[in-house]
């Protein structure tokens, strides 16, 4: 079946420096990705999305590009602040599959000032 | 501009007891998902709602029930409440469930069950 691989964490990176989150998947069809992430106390709000293979999704300084020769979705960020602390999580949707979506395990930044 | 909302926020059990999760969406989504979070193991489908009238297990479905209630609202329920049901409970509802539209997500109820 489906599936997403994220990088282990926890990360601890000081603020403005570059940040890379790994993601990578395994998916029977032709899936749009995304990234969510979830500050503390609260639920998953998506943060980026692509649709199609080259597609780069961008939101508040994050980017992510589909690479599907590599079945990749890397999380970036050139200068992270305090405040992006939080877990970030890769996922697929795949029309071709069951329950539609699929998470990662989720990864746990904490940027330090 | 309410979303997704799940009531209640925070709930203790003991074992035995039963109790029911609420969730309601104001965005006029016909899919709706129960997911279950546990350290290190990301979201897991306990179960889903493709439209009113219809619903489907997920990945760990046992031990829960739903009700999709009316388009709005898709409860969980707990009959016999275990210790290994202690988990953050969110509720997500999106457009149709086979489209490639996100996912919008409730604040989560904390559940212990002692």
């Known amino acids: 079946g489906d599936s997403v691989t994220q990088m282990e964490g926890p990360v601890t990176l000081s603020e403005e420096a570059f940040l890379t989150i790994n993601c990578t998947y395994t998916?029977?069809?032709?899936?749009?990705l995304f990234w969510y992430v979830q500050y503390p106390g609260e639920g998953l709000q998506l943060l980026l999305k692509?649709?199609?293979?080259?597609d780069k999704g961008s939101n508040k300084g994050f980017e992510a590009t589909y690479r599907k020769e590599t079945t990749s979705f890397h999380l970036e960020k050139g200068s992270v602040q305090v405040s992006d602390s939080a877990v970030y999580f890769c996922?697929?949707?795949?029309?071709?599959?069951?329950?539609?979506?699929?998470f990662g395990p989720g990864t746990r930044l904490s940027v330090l000032p | 501009n309410a979303g997704v909302t799940q009531t209640p926020k925070f709930q203790v059990l003991k074992t035995g007891q039963s109790m029911t999760l609420q969730c309601a969406q104001d965005?006029?989504?016909?899919?709706m998902y129960w997911y279950r979070q546990d350290p290190g193991m990301g979201l897991r489908l306990i179960y889903y709602?493709?439209?009113?009238?219809?619903?489907d297990k997920g990945e760990v479905p046992n031990g829960y029930n739903v009700s999709r209630l009316n388009k709005r609202e898709f409860s969980l329920r707990l009959e016999s409440a275990a210790p290994s049901q202690t988990s953050v409970y969110f509720c997500?509802?999106?457009?149709?469930?086979?489209?490639?539209?996100?996912?919008?997500f409730g604040d989560g109820t904390r559940l212990s069950i002692l």
């Open positions: 997500a509802s999106s457009v149709p469930r086979n489209s490639n539209q996100p996912q919008h």
């Open positions: 998916a029977t069809g032709y899936p749009s």
């Open positions: 692509a649709t199609k293979a080259d």
């Open positions: 996922a697929l949707s795949d029309p071709n599959y069951g329950q539609n979506f699929v």
């Open positions: 965005m006029n989504h016909n899919s």
């Open positions: 709602s493709a439209s009113e009238g219809t619903t």
